[in-house]
T-cell receptor, first 111, second 117 residues
């Protein structure tokens, strides 16, 4: 079982719609969760982090965390073609000695 | 403030040769992480250095090694290169420990693309 699992996609949404990206994690001791955006051929860019159960909003992005279900999600409102990228979900290990990265979900936003 | 910087951007080697990749973390960050990302694949954890010491290592053979210098910069060495070592090598740094709430966010450099012929 992988420590962080994501649907590889691609997830296709029309411009202006809400994109919903999900991931699950296996380490119950993980305390921090991150979403990275990676454009093709580029390095990952941190866009959101969340530590507590519930929602955290930053502009068009909302991260949601449910520790009981070991579930993290990222909502992108008013999706734009420039949001088309691979989104990586990551969790910190409970002993803070590594990050677990998911394999990423490819998002396509169609004009 | 400068981000994580990596060099070289691109590197072409032949099988059996050695490659050295370099990384400078964000100023004030003491932890440096190395990841390998083969084309179309996810990030694979290679190494973690903190305060000059190797703290954790991923599931890679010993020919992948590195070190961290007193100024917290780091280099990754790959010996006896194989074709499957062709990948984007990413360096990241953090202020605190990986995933530690408040300080454990990882920030990535632009990567070094290694091609082994």
């Amino acid at each position: 079982q992988k420590e962080v699992e994501q649907n590889s996609g691609p997830l296709s949404v029309p411009e202006g719609a809400i994109a919903s990206l999900n991931c699950t994690y296996s380490d119950r001791g993980s305390q921090s969760f991150f979403w990275y955006r990676q454009y093709s051929g580029k390095s990952p860019e941190l866009i959101m982090f969340i530590y507590s159960n519930g929602d955290k909003e930053d502009g068009r992005f909302t991260a949601q965390l449910n520790k009981a279900s070991q579930y993290v999600s990222l909502l992108i409102r008013d999706s734009q073609p420039s949001d088309s990228a691979t989104y990586l979900c990551a969790a910190g290990a409970d002993n803070f000695n590594k990050f677990y990265f998911g394999s990423g979900t490819k998002l396509n936003v169609k004009p | 403030e400068a981000g994580v910087t990596q060099s070289p951007t691109h590197l072409i080697k032949t099988r059996g040769q050695q490659a050295t990749l370099r990384c400078s973390p964000i100023s004030g960050h003491t932890s440096v992480y190395w990841y390998q990302q083969a084309l179309g694949l996810g990030l694979q954890f290679l190494l973690w250095y903190d305060e000059g010491e190797e703290r954790n290592r991923g599931n890679f053979p010993p020919r992948f090694s590195g070190r961290q210098f007193p100024n917290y910069s780091s280099e990754l060495n790959v010996n006896a290169l194989e074709l499957e070592d062709s990948a984007l090598y990413l360096c990241a740094s953090s202020l605190g420990l990986a995933g530690e709430p408040g300080t454990g966010e990882l920030f990535f450099g632009e990567g070094s693309r290694l091609t082994v012929l």
